[in-house]
T-cell receptor
Framework: QQPVQSPQAVILREGEDAVINCSSS?????VHWYRQKHGEAPVFLMI?????EQKGHEKISASFNEKKQQSSLYLTASQLSYSGTYFC?????????????FGQGTTLQVKP | EADIYQTPRYLVIGTGKKITLECSQT?????MYWYQQDPGMELHLIHY???????EKGDLSSESTVSRIRTEHFPLTLESARPSHTSQYLC?????????FGPGTRLTVL
């Protein structure tokens, strides 16, 4: 039931781009993205609802492909402040149940 | 801005002790959650509540229990702490589609 994220870790230089994927074996109603910086609590980035829409937050955007049951997070022209662990979350069972199950996380390190 | 408070922030305790981790919020959100997270690892949902007198177990089996007598409070209790309970415990609330996390309690059981 837990969504699967890939890759597990990414190391970038400032200004480079990255893609983090989140896939599920179950039908998805929505995909939530959170970022957790070291030693801090996770912070909400965005939610993607079924329909393949794209959302943006600063230079971070995401897409949701309902048919493929996956979402991708795009980090463009990465900044040092983007470093942290990114988690996707899906609602189990599908729907606005409020019960969010997170993937295992993708650690992103941006170097100068 | 969400206001979620967790106490204590750090707790070191011996095996067999009973402990209660406090979580309180001032926003009046009905939905509240407890997650367990080892350093650098994933977030595991252990308990959730949709309102007063509503509690459910999450996906990760936990020996802890919770109560929700008041909207603002969602305490988590371990009757007999063990070293395997050593972890970080994060409390969260939810409003519509966004979850707000508290600062967490880092528990160490010796």
């Amino acid at each position: 039931q837990q969504p699967v994220q890939s890759p597990q870790a990414v190391i970038l230089r400032e200004g480079e781009d990255a893609v983090i994927n989140c896939s599920s074996s179950k039908a998805l109603y929505s995909v939530h993205w959170y970022r957790q910086k070291h030693g801090e609590a996770p912070v909400f980035l965005m939610i993607l609802l079924k329909g393949g829409e794209q959302k943006g937050h600063e230079k971070i955007s995401a897409s949701f492909n309902e048919k493929k049951q996956q979402s991708s997070l795009y980090l463009t022209a990465s900044q040092l402040s983007y470093s942290g662990t990114y988690f996707c979350g899906t609602e189990i069972p599908p729907g606005n149940t409020g019960k969010l199950i997170f993937g295992q996380g993708t650690t992103l390190q941006v170097k100068p | 801005e969400a206001d979620i408070y967790q106490t204590p922030r750090y707790l070191v305790i011996g095996t067999g002790k009973k402990i209660t981790l406090e979580c309180s919020q001032t926003m009046g959100h009905d939905k509240m959650y407890w997650y367990q997270q080892d350093p650098g690892m994933e977030l595991h949902l252990i308990h959730y509540s949709y309102g007063v007198n509503s509690t459910e177990k999450g996906d990760l089996s936990s020996e802890s229990t919770v109560s929700r007598i008041r909207t603002e409070h969602f305490p988590l209790t371990l009757e007999s702490a063990r070293p395997s309970h050593t972890s970080q415990y994060l409390c969260a609330t939810r409003l519509i589609n966004e979850q707000f996390f508290g600062p967490g309690t880092r528990l160490t059981v010796l």
